[in-house]
């Protein structure tokens, strides 16, 4: 026994040893990992990033280099009076706030490279580079900036900033510091436009010392440039529509039926994407974000929800038609409503009794009453007619998000059997319950883009693409998603009469003074009533004005949904700015100056004002319509594009 | 196996560079040895005395003109050179030991003689422990193994245990529940023991003793022990539990431990090769080239290769232990065990240590950390062994 123990005790070590050694470097070994040794400095290299250009080949958004001053605290060394005050003056900070900054710096870590002063203008950036080296622990580093060469399409265009620690957390290509986009196509093509940065791994020592590359540099690697895109935004068309929207908020989408790409996408207010460059971007962004009366980030061409209204008739009397329970020329009457039970939807003084195409032109709403009726009341329940009726509305890429290349999107609303069961309960609910989805109001809700593209839809006769952003990717294919046809549930014959009716529309209906000569425009109008909330209490506000629209009539170049907030009935705004964005885009110069100079003079300042005055109010009157000097048109605007084909 | 470096190697001999002392070192080695076994046998038990004698004056004689490097003054400087009496006093009381338990007069299984032998072992380690070489002093705790091979009483290893034992189970869980722990043991043991008349007023004694021990293990460990040594025991022992104390930890003891950890973690089972360690050759582990050298080998040779070293060290070990059982003469056999015991310390702390299992205690592993006191301590250690070993035939 004696002779053992220490024999027993080297042998017992031993093996606990090689256990540990197993556990150490076997089991919990995760393979080594150049990116986690934090023995190698990584040092980054950032390409390019790609440029954006317009439909036409006009260049949008380019970059342009911005420099940093940077500081590693732990090298700064104290500064004699003489030099502390030039290098203050240099950088324009007096020596209380160099301190200050400084101090910060060092709090946040001594040995890592921070900005000390961000965005220098080129003059500073000259003055300082042959000074640097006198001050030590700080440097100078570029970096590259968006220049946008456009005072217009913020929403569209977006803007990049610096990564926050979510991304960083998500995402292992990010470091702090690193720039992403943060709205439009720099979300949404972020990753092709900004390449690959390229990473060269430094060896390092424990004092933070670089010792040389690491493996003689076998793992650097080089930047990937990123790639140019160019968008299917018509830059001259986006300027149009978002002039035409000055003193107005609302959103313009138009879009080309054959092609489904987004020609304009305005909304309003918005602002100069130049503002969320450089220094002042932190500033200029907060208070767009503080700004919750005009919204100006809110894109309302993408995100705002409204019940669609009469546009929304022209999808009930294709669904009638498909489904077989009306034909073209089946009559109704209207006495200025339709009577269900005790209750009663009004309507407007037209003729009647009335067929379909008088129907779509005089907008009557006892015409779709008793189209839908007859639409759900063919199965045997209601919730078998609304699950029809659903899967035929659905098809028009409504109550779903569209699935595209814009970086917000809200996905609609379209009300199914479940909707109905869930607010009353299963077979406790009639038709007539869900009476208002024949008009477009009620649980029906839409976004202008969806709108478009059901106009994009019925001008194409039964089949859209998904409405996108994106044109070409330099030697790249776009998405094959944006390049098939989507088939909606209607059959090709039954779209004639109804674009007819969208044709009368313009020739003899509700939009027959904003018609342009010359061409055959599809359209229809649509109000929506909305409400606010003022102390708790629900309030109306002024009717929104609606419009959809397609152009020409048959092999459509533009369809698009118009939308102004509070604008009042469809032709008074909406339709006026549809008419001159179609001939806009058709002919390039207007003819309907009359139009022109009505929606330019006419601001809808004082409506908006009306909910925060704090003062009873009217609405849907004539009388408050503003009038205010004309924007004018600049030049460039009033004649064709020289570089479009 | 030099300790890893910087950069490329110009000249082998280079002596500015640890690598290139070390391998001067090493060459001196060789001298050592080639001396080592040329002298007689019998010389090393005639002057086992004198030697020893002369190793407790070069450790007293560093009060007077000691240098004092990292808090410890365990140096002389000798031109740019230094050297570390200490690590020769190690060989020095394993002769002395093994004289003087082999004299025919000396029964270790009496007290006067077990006193006699605590004194030659620890008068060194007193002295050593007065220069702040806490680590060096542990070693001498190997000798125990040589007395108790030698005949002391087994009371002495029941006794050690239960002192480790009760140590631990304070720490870790306080003394109360220590003590709980005692009288449920206590009574187990009666139960099955199954004595008509327990012993009960031998086991109340027992247990009062050890309930004292409990609380004077609490006791000296928060009261003797400095601040650093009651960390490393209780980050050893898992005792803290409040983050910021912890957060605190890692950035001052347990970095050391924490990147020595990662360092051999990140070798894996074949390692990153050699002179390809990152954190080694970025230095991220601390003394990496003294004490946590192990770290560089586990993450530059992986699994592979510092296994291999384990088992190396565990078969240097248990060989010299084989021998010394089959020596003649119980100097020589004395003196083996001392050699396996001590080679055997230095071991258990510097891998343990390394790898999280020991409280960090600064000693070397053998034939491995850079510095030439150590090296040269070790091959005359071992050598003298060696010498004794050939020489077993013409003993009698």
């Known amino acids: 026994m004696r002779k053992f123990l220490l024999l027993f005790l080297v042998v017992f070590v031993g093996v606990v040893f090689l256990g540990r050694l197993f556990y150490l470097q076997v089991y919990s070994f995760d393979s080594y990992n150049i990116i986690e040794d934090n023995a190698i400095r990584r040092v980054y290299d950032y390409p390019k990033r790609g440029y954006v250009y317009d439909r036409n080949g006009k260049l949008l958004v380019a970059n342009q280099p911005s420099y940093d001053i940077m500081v590693i605290p732990r090298e700064v060394t104290d500064m004699e009076d003489d030099l502390l005050s030039e290098f203050c003056g240099l950088i324009g900070i007096s020596p209380e706030e160099y301190e200050k900054k400084l101090e910060k710096a060092y709090r946040y870590s001594p040995r890592l490279p921070q900005v000390f002063i961000s965005h220098l203008s080129k003059d500073d950036y000259a003055i300082l580079q042959e000074k640097m080296r006198k001050f030590d622990g700080y440097y100078i580093q570029k970096r590259s900036l968006r220049s946008y060469q456009t005072a217009i399409g913020a929403n569209v265009l977006g803007d990049i900033g610096e990564v926050n620690q979510r991304i960083i957390n998500r995402d292992p290509y990010y470091r702090l510091g690193d720039l992403i986009g943060k709205q439009g196509v720099e979300i949404s093509y972020e990753n092709t436009l900004r390449g690959q940065k390229g990473v060269k791994y430094i060896q390092k020592d424990r004092f933070n010392k670089d010792i040389g590359p690491y493996k003689e540099g076998i793992y650097d690697t080089l930047p990937v440039p990123g790639k140019d895109i160019t968008i299917t935004i018509d830059a001259t068309l986006q300027e149009y529509g978002e002039l035409l929207m000055t003193n107005k908020r609302g959103g313009i989408i138009a879009i080309e039926p054959s092609s489904g790409e987004i020609l304009a996408m305005v909304s309003a207010p918005s602002y100069d994407p130049n503002i969320l460059v450089g220094r002042e971007r932190s500033k200029n962004f907060t208070k767009l974000y503080r700004d919750s009366i005009a919204n100006p980030l809110f894109d309302r061409g993408l995100q705002a929800m409204y019940p669609p209204g009469s546009p929304f008739k022209t999808l009930n009397s294709l669904i009638g038609l498909q489904e077989g329970v009306v034909s073209v020329s089946d009559r109704f009457t209207c006495s200025m409503g339709y009577r269900y039970g005790n209750r009663r939807m009004g309507c407007h003084a037209h003729h009647s009794p009335v067929n379909m195409n008088l129907g779509i032109y005089e907008s009557c709403n006892a015409y779709f009453a008793n189209v839908y009726r007859r639409i759900i009341d063919k199965y045997d329940t209601p919730a078998k007619g609304m699950d029809a009726w659903h899967k035929h509305v659905t098809s028009f890429g409504l109550g779903n998000y569209l699935n595209n290349d814009l970086s917000v999107g809200q996905p609609g609303k379209v009300p199914s059997s479940i909707t109905y069961n869930r607010a009353y309960g299963e077979n406790r609910w009639y038709t007539t319950f869900t009476l208002s989805n024949a008009i477009g109001q009620g649980e029906v809700l839409a976004t202008p883009i969806q709108l478009a593209n059901m106009a994009a839809a019925i001008g194409n006769r039964g089949f859209y693409y998904t409405p996108h952003i994106i044109k070409s990717i330099e030697d790249e294919t776009i998405p094959e998603q944006f390049t098939t046809k989507k088939y909606t549930t209607i059959d090709k014959q039954h779209f004639e009469p109804v674009i007819r009716g969208m044709y009368d529309v313009y020739n003899k209906g509700t939009a027959k003074w904003v018609q342009v000569p010359g061409i055959e425009i599809c359209g229809k109008t649509g109000t929506a009533e909305n409400f606010t909330r003022i102390d708790g209490k629900k309030v109306q506000l002024t009717d929104h004005s609606i419009f959809m629209a397609f152009a020409p009539k048959n092999n459509p170049k533009i369809a698009l949904a118009v939308f102004v907030e509070n604008g009042y009935w469809g032709s008074r705004f909406a339709g006026k700015m549809a008419s001159l964005m179609i001939e806009k885009h058709l002919k390039g110069t207007i003819s309907r100056t009359d139009l022109e100079d009505w929606v330019l003079t006419h601001s809808l300042e004082n409506e908006y004002n009306k909910p925060l005055s704090n003062e009873p109010f009217k609405i849907n009157g004539e009388t408050e319509l503003q009038l205010v000097d004309k924007v004018e048109v600049p030049e460039h605007l009033k004649y064709p594009e020289k570089t479009s084909e | ?396």
């Open chain 2, 1 to 396: 196996m030099s300790a890893s470096h910087t950069g490329e190697i110009t000249n082998f001999f280079d002596m500015s560079q640890p690598y290139g002392k070390q391998a001067v070192f090493i060459v001196l080695a060789f001298i050592l040895i080639a001396i080592t076994l040329s002298l007689e046998a019998k010389f090393y038990e005639r002057f086992a005395s004198i030697i020893y004698l002369i190793s407790l004056l070069s450790l007293v004689g560093l009060f007077l003109f000691g240098k004092n490097v990292n808090g410890a003054t365990s140096w002389y400087g000798i031109g740019g050179m230094t050297l570390q009496p200490s690590e020769f006093a190690k060989f020095a009381t394993a002769l002395a030991v093994a004289k003087y338990i082999s004299d025919l007069e000396t029964d270790l299984t009496t007290i006067k003689d077990q006193v006699r032998t605590m004194v030659i072992i620890l008068l060194p380690a007193f002295l050593i422990l007065l220069q702040n070489d806490a680590g060096s002093t542990l070693v001498y705790g190997a000798f125990f193994f040589v007395l108790y091979r030698e005949g002391i009483q087994q009371i002495y290893l029941i006794a050690l245990a239960t002192l480790v034992g009760i140590a631990v189970i304070t720490l870790k869980f306080g003394i109360l529940t220590t003590v709980l722990i005692l009288v449920v043991l206590g009574l187990m043991v009666n139960l099955y023991l199954r004595k008509r008349k327990p012993p009960i007023i031998p086991s109340i004694v027992i247990l009062l003793i050890s309930s004292l021990l409990a609380v004077s293990v609490s006791f000296f460990y928060k009261s003797i022990l400095k601040p650093h040594q009651q960390d490393r025991i209780s980050l050893w022992l898992r005792l803290e539990k409040d983050p910021d104390k912890i957060q605190q930890m890692k950035q001052t003891i347990l970095y050391n431990l924490n990147e020595s950890e990662k360092a051999i973690s990140s070798g894996g089972f074949k390692g990153k090769g050699y002179l390809e360690g990152t954190r080694t050759t970025g230095k991220f582990v601390p003394e990496q080239h003294t004490d946590y050298i192990f770290s560089t080998v586990g993450e530059e040779w992986g699994f592979l290769g510092s296994s291999i070293v384990v088992i190396l060290f565990v078969l240097l070990i248990g060989r010299v232990v084989v021998l010394a059982e089959s020596q003649k003469s119980q100097f020589s056999r004395v003196y083996g065990y001392s050699v396996a015991a001590i080679f055997f310390i230095h071991f258990l702390i510097n891998v343990g240590m390394v790898m999280g299992l020991i409280p960090t205690v600064g000693i070397p592993l053998p034939f491995f950390s850079y510095g030439g006191s150590a090296l040269w301590g070790f091959t005359i250690l071992l050598f003298i062994f060696v010498k004794l070993d050939s020489n077993k035939i013409n003993e009698w």
